[in-house]
């Protein structure tokens, strides 16, 4: 079956850096969405991305869809202490279910 | 409008006992899937129901089962609970028309501990 895997499991950013997050699909996924989980909270919908090549920018964080929409990634600029989470990247299988990454669990060195 | 909500948010139950869970999507979300998070093994897809009908499952043994309800409203059932089922276990809903249908909203979920 579809497997999504993401790297790294963890991420320790300086404040002010950059860092990306990558999320690989053994299949090719007709989307892949970005979802965010503060510790503590539930995950919360980023954006999804559809179209080969997508790029999507909000604010300081920029995500990508591979041409051959096998891969994603997440970049952060300019990390700050609110960036603090766990990202998850999510693929369908089909329609109607998601495939979650085990998630990048992002810590903050003010 | 209103978000996902879950109850109860907290649960303690022994081995052998069964738990129902219970989740309320947003307004107009006619489609609700079922997680159970834990630290280990991430967010792990247990079952999602559309129209009171079970569309997809995951691979979890036959003691997690679930009904959905003609207002949306579902429940997630375990019987026969065991020390790992101890879990996060968060209910999503979405419009569920299909592949761009599909943004999950998540409620706050039910942290359930089994000793």
């Known amino acids: 079956g579809q497997q999504v895997m993401q790297i790294p499991q963890y991420q320790h950013v300086q404040e002010g850096e950059d860092f990306t997050t990558y999320c690989n699909s053994s299949?090719?996924?007709?989307?892949i969405q970005w979802y965010k989980q503060r510790p503590g909270g539930h995950p919360v919908f980023l954006i999804q991305l559809v179209k080969s090549g997508e790029v999507k920018k909000q604010k300081r964080l920029t995500f990508q869809f591979g041409e051959a929409k096998k891969n994603s990634s997440l970049h952060i600029t300019a990390t700050q202490t609110t960036d603090v989470g766990t990202y998850f990247c999510a693929g369908p299988p089909n329609d109607y279910k998601l495939s979650f990454g085990a998630g990048t669990t992002v810590t903050v060195r003010a | 409008k209103a978000g996902v909500t879950q109850t109860p948010r907290y649960l303690i139950k022994t081995r052998g006992q069964q738990v129902t869970l219970s989740c309320s999507p947003i307004?107009?979300?006619?489609?609700v899937s079922w997680y159970q998070q834990t630290p280990g093994q991430g967010l792990q897809f247990l079952f999602e129901?559309?129209?009171?009908?079970?569309?997809n499952k995951g691979n979890f043994p036959g003691r997690f089962s679930g009904r959905q309800f003609s207002n949306s409203r579902s429940e997630m059932n375990v019987s026969t609970l065991e020390l790992g089922d101890s879990a996060l276990y968060l209910c999503?809903?979405?419009?569920?028309?299909?592949?761009?249908?599909?943004?999950?909203?998540f409620g706050p979920g039910t942290r359930l501990t089994v000793l």
């Open positions: 999503a809903s979405s419009l569920g028309g299909g592949t761009n249908d599909n943004e999950q909203f």
């Open positions: 299949t090719t996924l007709s989307n």
């Open positions: 129901y559309f129209s009171e009908t079970q569309r």
């Open positions: 307004s107009g979300h006619r489609s």
